[in-house]
Nanobody
C-alpha cells in the first residue's frame, strides 16, 4: 500500500502560481510513477501531469503544457506540482496518484492505471 497526502492549494488569485505537494509513504515510493489529476464540479477527472519514478520523464495534459511543472524528491518521498498563470477554470480538487513500475506517454493520463490516490486538495482561483 501507498499512502498519499496532498497539501497546499486553497484560495489563489487569477494570474498567481499554484504550488501543491504530495507526501507519500508506505511501499517503496521511489519505485512508483506519480501523477496529478484534477476534478472540477460536474466534470470528469482530468489529467494534469505525471512523472516517472526516477524523475527523468514527465508528461503533461494539453492545458497544462507550458505553464506547469511536476517534480519529485525521492529522498523526501514528495512530489510537487507548480502551475503558473492560474485561471478561474483551474478551480478544482487536485489529486495525487501513484502507480508502481514504469510510465509511458500512452498511459500516463489514464486515471484507472493508478491504484493509489490521495484525498485531494481544493484549489479555488478567484478572478
Amino acid at each position: 500500500q501507498v499512502q498519499l497526502v496532498e497539501s497546499g492549494g486553497g484560495l489563489v488569485q487569477a494570474g498567481d502560481r499554484l504550488s501543491v505537494s504530495c507526501a507519500a509513504s508506505g511501499r517503496t515510493v521511489s519505485n512508483h510513477a506519480m501523477g496529478w489529476f484534477r476534478q472540477a464540479p460536474g466534470k470528469e477527472r482530468e489529467f494534469v501531469a505525471a512523472i516517472s519514478s526516477s524523475g527523468i520523464s514527465t508528461y503533461y495534459g494539453d492545458f497544462a503544457k507550458g505553464r506547469t511543472t511536476i517534480s519529485r524528491d525521492n529522498a523526501k518521498n514528495t512530489v510537487y506540482l507548480e502551475m503558473n498563470f492560474l485561471k478561474p477554470e483551474d478551480t478544482a480538487i487536485y489529486y495525487c496518484a501513484a502507480r508502481p513500475g514504469p510510465i509511458y506517454s500512452s498511459t500516463a493520463d489514464i486515471a484507472r492505471s493508478y491504484p493509489y490516490w490521495g484525498q485531494g486538495t481544493q484549489v479555488t482561483v478567484s478572478s
